[in-house]
């Protein structure tokens, strides 16, 4: 399977498109400069607690005060309160856990108001991101990630991916990490150490403490609630997290930002460098890729198959609901049979779906009804399948009597919600326009402007795809008539983000000529 990385990038954010097989699977969004990121270590203080809800909230900060729930606090919290107020109040404390006598753990069914006290400090990390009117969720169970393995302070256990499966492989791994971890320093090896080497392992552990390290002089000696260790941005997180030995191409249109990430990867993954490109083109880069296509069809209440079968997503407080319509192509031979067909295609869509628009919490699908029981269960195998490259944590339930399945999809971040419905840029809602048969006056009149303004100036026309059809066919075409004019060759660009009643003018540089500014 081909799987490409499509960044692009302006001053106020980045968008990361992946495209598995030319088909996007999954939008992200990064905003400059972003006040809370999933991962970061903030020193906090406790300012309320809530025995009904048995959780606090928590003041990091940040406007809103984050919510920390019991069951978030983890079994090692008495170890990390330990080292909380020992990094605060004493000058001489060291990164080390080797000296630290690790407490008892918590039991799993305590009370906030029994473990925690008001007004004291705690360490944390941001478990996710302020999604609505709430503020960020934490977690007391600190973890620095890398792409190799995890680091986990106050813990001596290593663990290791299920998907790692060889026997041999597994215990390999086991015995080398125990041999070089630190004290009290907990792993958990990813699937990307399969098959690793010790030094690559080493390098990496390393990295880790050096984190742990660069923590702790940030949490020495302060008592103000506010971030100790940050996160690496939502780019790099994803090349780390996502980066598998599939990926073929990663294109980037900012020349700093692919240098950024051949850095990165040259320190991480050297032999994924290779496949960084700098786009430079003259079209946007998502619309080279095809990205924004796909983004105009697969966002907005409705989602059309190929089939002509379509969903219908609704959102709610509590939860999202999906309702698949068979739409009018479907064989009323075998209706079973083709039931089945339409259920499997909107089974592989949604979990599309979910993965592109990050689709968080209760999910309810309605499929068509099924009367036969095999086609049940394949329809439930077919989905798990179908979901089985989702990175985020779910739950699926087998269809219940109704034909509804149930699914639980784990939310760190706020849903990637576009709206693809625009105002018209021709009418600006009006519902009228000016006659489509004076474009072409209009646009020859412009034309003859511009090349008086700027006679010794290249000029090429970005215009709707229909208008550019219509100035090149026949003999001679509309472009041929001007060249023979003007004694100049107009080079005419299809775009079809334009209306069909607008037009660009662009210089030599690939900057845009206003009539306006000419004018003035």
């Given at each position: 399977?081909?799987?490409?990385?499509?960044?692009k990038?302006?001053?106020k954010?980045?968008?990361?498109?992946?495209?598995?097989?030319?088909?996007?699977?999954?939008?992200?969004?990064?905003?400059?400069?972003?006040?809370?990121?999933v991962?970061d270590?903030?020193?906090?203080?406790?300012?309320?607690l809530?025995p009904?809800?048995n959780?606090a909230?928590?003041?990091?900060?940040?406007?809103?005060d984050?919510f920390?729930h019991y069951s978030d606090?983890g079994p090692k919290?008495?170890s990390?309160?330990?080292?909380?107020?020992?990094?605060?109040g004493?000058?001489?404390?060291?990164?080390?856990?080797?000296?630290?006598d690790?407490?008892?753990?918590?039991?799993?069914t305590?009370?906030?108001?029994e473990?925690?006290?008001?007004?004291?400090?705690?360490?944390?990390?941001?478990?996710?991101?302020?999604?609505?009117t709430?503020?960020p969720?934490l977690?007391?169970?600190?973890?620095?990630?890398?792409?190799?393995l995890?680091?986990?302070?106050?813990?001596?256990?290593?663990s290791i991916?299920?998907?790692i499966?060889d026997?041999?492989?597994?215990?390999?791994l086991?015995?080398l990490?125990e041999s070089?971890?630190?004290?009290?320093f907990?792993?958990?090896?990813?699937t990307?150490?399969?098959?690793k080497k010790a030094?690559?392992l080493h390098?990496?552990l390393d990295?880790?403490?050096?984190k742990?390290?660069?923590m702790?002089?940030?949490?020495?000696?302060?008592r103000?609630?506010?971030?100790?260790?940050?996160?690496?941005d939502?780019?790099e997180?994803?090349?780390?997290?996502l980066?598998?030995?599939?990926?073929?191409?990663?294109?980037?249109?900012?020349?700093?930002?692919?240098?950024?990430?051949?850095?990165f990867?040259?320190?991480?993954?050297p032999?994924?460098?290779?496949?960084?490109q700098?786009?430079?083109?003259?079209?946007?880069?998502?619309d080279?890729f095809?990205?924004?296509?796909?983004?105009?069809?697969?966002?907005?209440?409705?989602?059309?198959?190929?089939?002509g079968?379509?969903l219908?997503?609704e959102?709610?407080?509590?939860?999202?609901?999906?309702?698949?319509?068979?739409?009018?192509?479907?064989?009323?031979?075998?209706q079973?049979?083709?039931?089945l067909?339409?259920?499997?295609?909107?089974?592989?869509?949604i979990?599309?779906?979910?993965?592109?628009r990050?689709?968080?919490?209760l999910?309810i699908?309605?499929?068509?009804?099924m009367?036969r029981?095999?086609h049940?269960?394949?329809?439930?195998?077919?989905m798990?399948?179908?979901?089985a490259?989702?990175h985020?944590?779910?739950t699926i339930?087998p269809?219940s009597?109704?034909?509804?399945?149930?699914?639980?999809?784990?939310?760190?971040?706020?849903?990637v919600?576009?709206?693809?419905?625009e105002v018209?840029?021709?009418?600006?809602?009006?519902?009228?326009?000016?006659?489509?048969?004076?474009t072409?006056d209009e646009?020859?009149?412009?034309?003859?402007?511009v090349?008086k303004?700027r006679?010794?100036t290249?000029?090429?026309?970005?215009?709707h795809p229909f208008?550019?059809?219509?100035?090149?066919?026949?003999f001679?075409?509309?472009q041929?008539?001007?060249?023979?004019?003007?004694?100049?060759?107009?080079?005419?660009?299809s775009?079809?983000?334009?209306?069909?009643?607008?037009?660009k003018?662009?210089d030599?540089?690939g900057d845009?000529i206003?009539?306006?500014?000419?004018v003035s």
């Amino acid at each position: 399977m081909e799987k490409e990385l499509i960044i692009k990038s302006n001053n106020k954010k980045v968008d990361i498109a992946v495209l598995e097989n030319k088909k996007l699977v999954e939008l992200h969004q990064q905003e400059s400069n972003p006040k809370i990121v999933v991962g970061d270590i903030y020193l906090a203080k406790i300012k309320k607690l809530v025995p009904g809800l048995n959780a606090a909230f928590l003041d990091i900060g940040f406007s809103k005060d984050a919510f920390l729930h019991y069951s978030d606090l983890g079994p090692k919290l008495p170890s990390v309160k330990k080292f909380t107020n020992k990094s605060i109040g004493d000058k001489k404390a060291t990164w080390r856990l080797n000296e630290y006598d690790l407490r008892d753990e918590i039991i799993k069914t305590g009370r906030i108001d029994e473990v925690l006290k008001r007004r004291s400090m705690l360490l944390v990390q941001v478990l996710k991101e302020p999604i609505s009117t709430k503020g960020p969720r934490l977690t007391c169970e600190i973890t620095l990630p890398g792409r190799l393995l995890v680091l986990v302070p106050f813990s001596n256990n290593i663990s290791i991916s299920k998907k790692i499966q060889d026997t041999e492989e597994r215990n390999r791994l086991k015995i080398l990490i125990e041999s070089i971890k630190p004290k009290n320093f907990g792993v958990i090896l990813r699937t990307a150490a399969s098959g690793k080497k010790a030094a690559d392992l080493h390098e990496e552990l390393d990295s880790l403490v050096k984190k742990w390290k660069i923590m702790h002089t940030n949490l020495k000696g302060t008592r103000l609630p506010g971030k100790v260790l940050s996160e690496l941005d939502k780019t790099e997180s994803l090349l780390r997290d996502l980066m598998t030995d599939d990926f073929t191409r990663i294109a980037v249109n900012d020349k700093e930002l692919t240098g950024s990430i051949k850095t990165f990867l040259d320190q991480t993954i050297p032999e994924k460098s290779k496949i960084v490109q700098h786009y430079n083109g003259r079209n946007g880069i998502f619309d080279t890729f095809g990205v924004t296509k796909q983004i105009k069809a697969s966002f907005g209440k409705t989602s059309t198959m190929n089939s002509g079968a379509y969903l219908v997503i609704e959102h709610t407080e509590a939860m999202h609901v999906i309702d698949v319509n068979s739409g009018p192509k479907v064989s009323t031979q075998n209706q079973q049979d083709a039931v089945l067909k339409v259920n499997m295609e909107a089974a592989e869509e949604i979990a599309r779906q979910l993965r592109l628009r990050d689709i968080g919490g209760l999910i309810i699908i309605d499929f068509i009804d099924m009367r036969r029981g095999d086609h049940r269960k394949l329809l439930f195998k077919r989905m798990r399948e179908f979901m089985a490259k989702d990175h985020a944590q779910h739950t699926i339930l087998p269809l219940s009597k109704f034909g509804l399945m149930q699914i639980t999809r784990q939310r760190v971040r706020p849903e990637v919600n576009i709206k693809t419905a625009e105002v018209c840029p021709s009418c600006n809602g009006t519902g009228k326009i000016n006659p489509t048969i004076l474009t072409i006056d209009e646009l020859e009149r412009d034309l003859e402007m511009v090349l008086k303004l700027r006679s010794n100036t290249k000029v090429d026309i970005n215009i709707h795809p229909f208008l550019f059809a219509y100035l090149k066919k026949g003999f001679p075409s509309r472009q041929m008539q001007w060249f023979m004019k003007y004694k100049k060759w107009i080079k005419i660009h299809s775009d079809q983000n334009l209306p069909i009643n607008k037009y660009k003018f662009f210089d030599s540089n690939g900057d845009e000529i206003r009539l306006t500014q000419e004018v003035s």
